[in-house]
């Protein structure tokens, strides 16, 4: 069956630090791999979008890497701050479906001061 | 910059009642969807509408539920007949192909 898996459901880092979170997926053929913060009660808001025939992309303190062959997404937060602190979703999309996405559970992330 | 928008923020709605929940997306996007999240978990897919049709419906999207474009800028979701568990928050979104998403602040849901 597909799966998308983040690998934990919270994470506690200290202001400062870089904060990884990984994605991965099972049975999927992504075209490409989203990443979006959520805010308690608040919609998804996109972040950074990596395609298949990319390694790595960057946004300010934002990184992410994109290995097909472990089926897995890395997003890196460096320089933390407490304002960084919410969920962390990791999305994919399929060739051929119509662009719909599909979305992990999140991992939420606290940075502490 | 540019913003989905979403209405009501809250609807409380009696079991069995129809609703319906109005979205304006961004004005140059091509692709709109409806996505819902039940308290505590995942972002779910429900249907996905492009060029005036649907493009793609999950097994949530069943006959209680419909959309429609009715004058070029609203996008809209019925749900005829509400069950308890439709209770959830509701996102709006709309896209380019290729690029990130733009979600509303969501409508939540409250069936009783």
């Known amino acids: 069956s597909q799966k998308i898996e983040q690998n934990s459901e919270a994470l506690n880092i200290q202001e400062g630090k870089t904060a990884t979170l990984t994605c991965n997926y099972t049975n999927y053929s992504p075209a490409y791999l989203q990443w979006y913060r959520q805010d308690p009660g608040r919609g998804p808001v996109f972040l950074l979008l990596?395609?298949?025939?990319?390694k790595e992309k960057r946004k300010e303190r934002l990184k992410v890497t994109f290995d097909t062959t472990l089926k897995q997404s890395l997003f890196h937060i460096t320089a933390s701050q407490p304002a960084d602190s919410a969920t962390y979703l990791c999305?994919?999309?399929?060739?051929?479906?119509?662009?719909?996405?599909?979305f992990g559970k999140g991992i939420t992330l606290s940075v502490r001061p | 910059e540019p913003e989905v928008t979403q209405t009501p923020s809250h609807q409380v709605t009696q079991m069995g009642q129809e609703v319906i929940l109005r979205c304006v997306p961004i004005?140059?996007?091509?692709?709109f969807y409806w996505y819902r999240q039940i308290l505590g978990q995942k972002v779910e897919f429900l249907v996905s509408f492009y060029n005036n049709e649907i493009s793609e419906k999950s097994e949530i999207f069943d006959d209680q539920f419909s959309v429609e474009r009715p004058d070029g800028s609203n996008f809209t979701l019925k749900i005829r007949s509400t069950k308890l568990e439709d209770s959830a928050m509701y996102f709006c979104a709309s896209s380019d192909l290729g690029y990130g998403y733009t979600f509303g602040s969501g409508t939540r849901l409250t069936v009783v």
């Open positions: 990596i395609r298949e025939n990319e």
């Open positions: 004005s140059n996007h091509l692709y």
């Open positions: 999305a994919l999309v399929t060739a051929g479906a119509n662009s719909k996405l599909t």
